[in-house]
């Protein structure tokens, strides 16, 4: 896509991804948290990152357009009898939704993933978010339960659909 790039992310990028993650925050009720961003300092956002990238189980990447973060998904593997698991996100900024962002962020992680020896990828998802439930479908996920009630933003509360990706069987 013109103008995407997709890199892993470094600890240098701390500052712009706490500016990214409120932004995406302040965007949409599909994610833990809200316009005030994740609680983390540039700090502790700089060692998560660096954790992230000496671990061959887990990686961030992000999506760069005109030198700013318009995207991230992320893996973050599972230690001992569970390493051959990791747990992913996703976002995108609002707008740029729709514009294949996300699922080349999908590629980029399947085929990490593929390459480090990840068999199995699990996430969950807002049963109401279709739009991300069709691109996970799209790459092979499968919704295996339901979670009632997952989120409760205000008085309402909302159900998540868990969803797998098997790698062994493709
Ligand atoms: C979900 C999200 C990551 C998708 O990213 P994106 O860059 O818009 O995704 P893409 O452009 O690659 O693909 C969107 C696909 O969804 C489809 N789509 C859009 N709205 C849809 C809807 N309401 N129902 C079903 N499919 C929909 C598009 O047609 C497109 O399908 P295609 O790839 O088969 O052509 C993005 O919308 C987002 O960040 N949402 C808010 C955060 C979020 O919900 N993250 C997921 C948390 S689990």
């Known amino acids: 896509m013109e ?18 993650l409120k932004k995406i925050g302040g ?21 998560f990152l660096q954790q992230s990238h000496s671990s061959r189980q887990s990686v961030q990447y992000g999506a760069w357009k005109c030198g700013e973060i ?3 998904c992320n893996l973050s593997g599972f230690p001992r009898r569970m390493s051959h698991r990791a747990e992913m996100s996703l976002a995108i900024i609002k707008s740029q939704w729709n514009k294949g962002i996300g699922s080349m962020l999908m590629e980029k992680l399947i085929e990490y993933a593929r390459q480090n020896d990840i068999e ?3 996430l969950e998802v807002r049963s109401d978010n279709e739009n991300a439930i069709h ?11 339901t979670i009632p009630a997952y989120f409760k933003i205000g008085n309402a509360y909302y159900d998540f659909e868990m969803m797998y990706l098997d790698l062994r069987q493709q």
Do not use: C, S
């Open 3 to 20: 103008n995407i790039e997709i890199r892993e992310l470094l600890p240098e990028d701390a500052e712009k991804m706490i500016e990214y």
């Open 27 to 47: 965007e949409t009720d599909n994610l833990t948290f809200g316009k005030e961003g994740l609680p983390v300092t540039i700090e502790q956002e700089r060692e």
């Open 70 to 72: 318009v995207g991230h």
């Open 120 to 122: 199995i990828i699990q």
């Open 135 to 145: 691109v996970y479908e799209k790459y092979g996920f499968r919704r295996i339960g």
